[in-house]
């Protein structure tokens, strides 16, 4: 008989486990892709950024603009950071799914 509730518990737990590790795996999916999307405008920003200042006839930049250069790159670090930390989560969950012997339903 305690097996059985031993049993029964255990699948209760892997099953709560198991949706849990899949709507956490979604929503990392989701803030990476996200993140990848804000890395390409951060990309295509910085490209426009660099063409203007460094064509011939352009003024020398302003304080403001040099500043706001200065947050976009601060930002691009965060970016790189937040995309390292990201990476990290999903290998953790492919590990921990692995433990529960959970396969993912989710394309990395």
């Known amino acids: 008989m305690e097996t059985t509730y031993t049993t029964n518990l255990g699948d209760a737990i892997s099953a709560s486990l198991t949706r849990i590790i899949y709507e956490l795996d979604m929503k990392v999916v989701a803030a990476k892709l996200s993140q990848d999307e804000l890395a390409r405008e951060l990309d295509r920003l910085d490209e426009e950024l660099r063409v203007f200042l460094d064509s011939p006839d352009s003024q020398p930049p302003s304080l403001k603009l040099d500043s706001l250069a200065q947050q976009m790159l601060a930002g691009r670090?965060?970016?790189?950071?937040?995309c390292t930390l990201i990476k990290l989560s999903l290998d953790r969950i492919g590990r921990i799914e692995r433990m529960l012997g959970v396969s993912s339903k989710i394309n990395r």
Do not use: F, N, V
Not at 77 to 82: N, S
């Open 77 to 82: 670090k965060k970016l790189a950071t937040a």
